[in-house]
T-cell receptor
Framework: GESVGLHLPTLSVQEGDNSIINCAYS??????FIWYKQESGKGPQFIID?????DKRQGQRVTVLLNKTVKHLSLQIAATQPGDSAVYFC??????????FGTGTRLQVFP | NAGVTQTPKFRVLKTGQSMTLLCAQD?????MYWYRQDPGMGLRLIHY???????AKGEVPDGYNVSRLKKQNFLLGLESAAPSQTSVYFC?????????????FGNGTRLTVT
């Protein structure tokens, strides 16, 4: 889920399909992880969070999976809708009260 | 509930000019933050506050100053704007610090310095 240069990686999915957005985090000491959604022209919006003592957490239509062994976080969106189109990015807190933000993945939903 | 409100939404400055970005939150949050967002980079913390009357430096504080005179307001100042400060600025607040609670963001101020 990290960007290369100015171009965000893009995930294109058909409406109704499930989406999986990935994030590789950097610090093995990180203990708290958050997913945000950012629509064009708006601020980031909190989706779901998870602490390192959990592997999985579910919300409404979203699930976050945490694999500490490989430092990987994923966001699964069930039955993706046009309104889910946005940039999604993860954030980690390496126990320092300072979040480290990823650069994001653009999700495009087509009919 | 308006959440986090930022003003202005857009601003163009000439190099050397000064301005203040305003942030207000109505959630009674203790913690407030200023971030900047640039293409290809994650959000970077400029300054933050853990309560009324307090401020602290973040990752990229140079060229900026802040004040938190009232709990609900957090001001970001640019004393002498530079083109490198062209960015989108986001204010955020949280109830219990970034380690324990998610951030609530405003919709940003897009600043261009020519």
């Amino acid at each position: 889920g990290e960007s290369v240069g100015l171009h965000l990686p893009t995930l294109s999915v058909q409406e109704g399909d499930n989406s999986i957005i990935n994030c590789a985090y950097s610090n093995s000491a990180s203990d708290y992880f958050i997913w945000y959604k950012q629509e064009s022209g708006k601020g980031p919006q909190f989706i779901i969070d998870i602490r390192s003592n959990m592997d999985k957490r579910q919300g409404q239509r979203v699930t976050v999976l945490l694999n500490k062994t490989v430092k990987h976080l994923s966001l699964q969106i069930a039955a993706t809708q046009p309104g889910d189109s946005a940039v999604y990015f993860c954030a980690e807190n390496p126990n320092t009260d300072k979040l480290i933000f990823g650069t994001g993945t653009r999700l495009q939903v087509f009919p | 509930n308006a959440g986090v409100t930022q003003t202005p939404k857009f601003r163009v400055l000439k190099t050397g000019q000064s301005m203040t970005l305003l942030c207000a939150q109505d959630m009674n949050h203790e913690y407030m933050y200023w971030y900047r967002q640039d293409p290809g980079m994650g959000l970077r913390l400029i300054h933050y506050s853990v309560g009324e009357g307090t401020t602290a430096k973040g990752e990229v504080p140079d060229g900026y100053n802040v004040s938190r005179l009232k709990k609900q307001n957090f001001l970001l100042g640019l004393e002498s704007a530079a083109p490198s400060q062209t960015s989108v600025y986001f204010c955020a607040s949280s109830s219990a610090g970034q380690y324990n609670s998610p951030l609530h963001f405003g919709n940003g101020t897009r600043l261009t310095v020519t």
